[in-house]
């Protein structure tokens, strides 16, 4: 039976950061997962065939740039890609656009 300095329960991303800043540090880091997937809000997935999203992409703009940096996401693949839009809405007839720049919106 193996031992481990710290079983983190869940890996969603805030557990998987936790575990990445552990195991850095030298601990032995056991992670454990209900789901067939990791990544929590950090999972890419497809809601419409052809179209993927992160799907807590408004939680791309809370991720620290320190965490970035310690965790050397970049090369690790991590890609943020900014939106032109601020908000959008998709309905079957129709779409809800609001743009970033305020001057556009309010056009």
């Given at each position: ?29 056991k ?27 408004y ?5 620290s740039?320190?965490v ?28 809800l656009?609001?743009?970033?720049d ?6």
């Amino acid at each position: 039976m193996s031992t481990y300095d710290v079983i983190v329960i869940g890996a969603g991303h805030n557990g998987l950061t936790c575990a990445a800043y552990l195991a850095k540090a030298g601990l032995s880091v056991k992670v454990l997962e209900r789901r067939s997937i990791v990544g929590g809000a950090a999972v890419t997935e497809e809601f419409h065939p052809g179209f993927k999203n992160l799907v807590y992409s408004y939680g791309v703009s809370l991720l620290s740039p320190e965490v970035i940096h310690d965790l050397e996401l970049h090369t690790h693949g991590l890609e943020i890609l900014e939106r032109p839009a601020g908000t959008i809405s998709l309905l079957d007839d129709d779409y809800l656009l609001l743009p970033r720049d305020g001057y556009r919106a309010k056009q």
